[in-house]
C-alpha cells in the first residue's frame, strides 16, 4: 500500500556527499518504520539505516556511522540518507524500504521498497 521512489544518486569523488530521498505515496507513510538498504553487484543486500514513524529514533550500520544521517518529513512524505565522507566502498544501488519492523535488519522484513538509485563514488 506504500509505493516509494527514490531520487538523488550519482556520480561523486571521495570524501564528498549526497543526500538520497525517498519520496511515498498514499496517507500511510507515517504509519511505517523506514530503511535504506543498499546492493553492489554480485552481492547480497545489505543494511544501511532505520528509522522509526516518528523518526526519532534511528541505528545504522557500523559501516556507516558518523558519516550517513537518517530522517524523514512525515508532512512530505519524505524519507532522507545524508551521506558524508563518501568512499569507494559505498557504491552500490540504495533502496529505500517501509515496514512495521522497527529495529530490524533484514531485507525480509521491510515488505515496501523503491527501485532504488545508483551511487558511485570514485577514487
Known amino acids: 500500500q506504500v509505493q516509494l521512489v527514490e531520487s538523488g544518486g550519482g556520480l561523486v569523488q571521495t570524501g564528498g556527499s549526497l543526500r538520497l530521498s525517498c519520496a511515498a505515496s498514499?496517507?500511510?507513510?507515517?504509519?511505517?518504520?523506514m530503511g535504506w538498504f543498499r546492493q553492489a553487484p554480485g552481492k547480497e543486500r545489505e543494511f544501511v539505516a532505520a528509522?522509526?514513524?516518528?523518526?526519532?529514533?534511528?541505528y545504522a550500520a557500523d559501516s556507516v556511522k558518523g558519516r550517513f544521517t537518517i530522517s524523514r518529513d512525515n508532512a512530505k512524505n519524505t524519507e532522507y540518507l545524508q551521506m558524508n565522507n563518501l568512499k569507494p566502498e559505498d557504491t552500490a544501488v540504495y533502496y529505500c524500504?517501509?515496514?512495521?519492523?522497527?529495529?530490524?535488519?533484514?531485507?525480509?522484513?521491510?515488505?515496501?521498497w523503491g527501485q532504488g538509485t545508483q551511487v558511485t563514488v570514485s577514487s
Open positions: 498514499g496517507r500511510t507513510f507515517s504509519s511505517y518504520a
Open positions: 528509522l522509526n514513524w516518528r523518526g526519532d529514533n534511528t
Open positions: 524500504a517501509a515496514g512495521r519492523s522497527y529495529g530490524s535488519r533484514s531485507a525480509a522484513d521491510f515488505v515496501f
